[in-house]
């Protein structure tokens, strides 16, 4: 393995000295902004990654200075950090460091700490893009320009497992997000917080960063996006949204902004990119379930907080492809205590499913949790899909009822590659998962048996 290699370019630092009182200065007095870069080669197999330590925890511990605009700091590998002593200090100003891309364009991501953290501790940052800073050689680079837009290529190293929606767990939705990753971490080994304060974030991206392929655009007229972070918990996207508010994205003319994500607690994760505002709900659903009632299914959700809520939706399918509207409610509009809202579909009869559409004032709709229901008295427990998402093979169950059964995964000679007993599906959806490491290319089945029922569907592994 290559030994990292901190690089200094231009007139970076000056005032660098090791120790509480220390400072970063990075001055640009001349025509071309300097930049700090840890490696020219930012491939994780050539490069063993390095710490930059910020040992003094005054938010102007990194300083920047000069007639031009910032200069940077080029990460562009996950494993290029910069660790800040930060430790109990809150900001006045916020802790801001100014990050660049390989065309030496800065993009800022500052954190504002209202409230100093409980115990010692460091945050750890770094950022990279689909394709990393390539030097002279031409080493580096990790996914092709053309294939750029396609995050789940280089997604993994900042622990990121998939790219896709929060409802239903299946597509890709790459094409809906920036082309970049960053890390923010206060649990990182050694020194991580007893508990990650609660800070409030502006992240600024290069309109680059969103390459040709994706379904948003970039620049003063470009899709609005709000942040976004990946909880390792659950293994999802979206479990906590962080709602856009009116001029809390800002497009520019080379570097965009989203700001105002306030986030702390058992809701912090360290990796963070930007999606599509339009696609993330302004409400964070609590609950949503379907109950019978006097013969007719009723439909039952609550909210914990809103966001510039309009209405709520409710719509049915049989076949999970064509959907028509039951109903619709008012919604509260902006609230951060619970709400509560039923709607009855009067047509019910046998199994069906049922999704929630939110509506903004502003005219945006958004869908969120799907959920089947029935009032036929049988136990509504079906496979709805399989699919093979590069790391695992997953199955989704439809139940109108709590059941257990035990999940096997089989070849097509009836060999058990996997299993997963007493596995509780949830009136709604469940998804299980097995990872595919080793399984080799070929047809695969799913089977879901307990003592009353055996449901099998077959899954492609690629």
Known sequence: MKKSVLLLLGTVMTGMAWGQAARIVIENSGATDPYFVWNPDPRPAQNGGAYLVIDNGAQNAITYIGANTTGNFRSEAAQNKIRWNIGTNSSALPYTINW??????????????????????????????????LNTSGLGGAVAPANAWNNTLYMADAGVTHMNDYTTGLP???????????????????????????????????????????????????????????????????DVLFPGCPGCWVGGATVSQVNSVTVGGANFFKAWTLTNRSLPLPVELTSFKGICENNNVKLIWSTATETNSASFTVEKSRDLTTWEAVGTVNAAGNSVTQQDYALVDEMSDGLAYYRLTQTDNNGDVRVHDMISASCDGANGTEIVTTWDDGTNVSVMVSSTIDVVHDVILMDMQGKTMGSKPKQTMVNGMTIISFPKENLSTG???????????????KVMVY
């Not at 065309?103 to 689909?130: E, K, M, Q, R, W």
């Open 100 to 133: 660049g891309n390989q065309a030496n364009v800065g993009f800022p991501l500052a954190v504002d700490i209202a409230t100093a953290p409980a115990g010692a501790g460091s945050f750890v940052f770094s950022t990279y893009s689909y394709y990393p800073y």
């Open 172 to 238: 890709n939705n790459s094409d809906q997000a920036v082309d970049r990753f960053w890390i923010i971490d206060t649990k990182e080994t050694g020194w991580a917080y007893a508990a990650s304060p609660t800070v409030d974030l502006t992240f600024n991206y290069a309109n680059a960063d969103v390459q040709g392929g994706n379904v948003i655009t970039a620049g003063v007229a470009g899709t609005a996006l709000d942040a976004q972070r990946f909880n390792t918990g659950v293994n999802k996207w979206g």
């Open 443 to 457: 047809i695969y089945v799913f089977k879901l048996q307990n003592s009353t029922q055996v449901l099998q569907r």
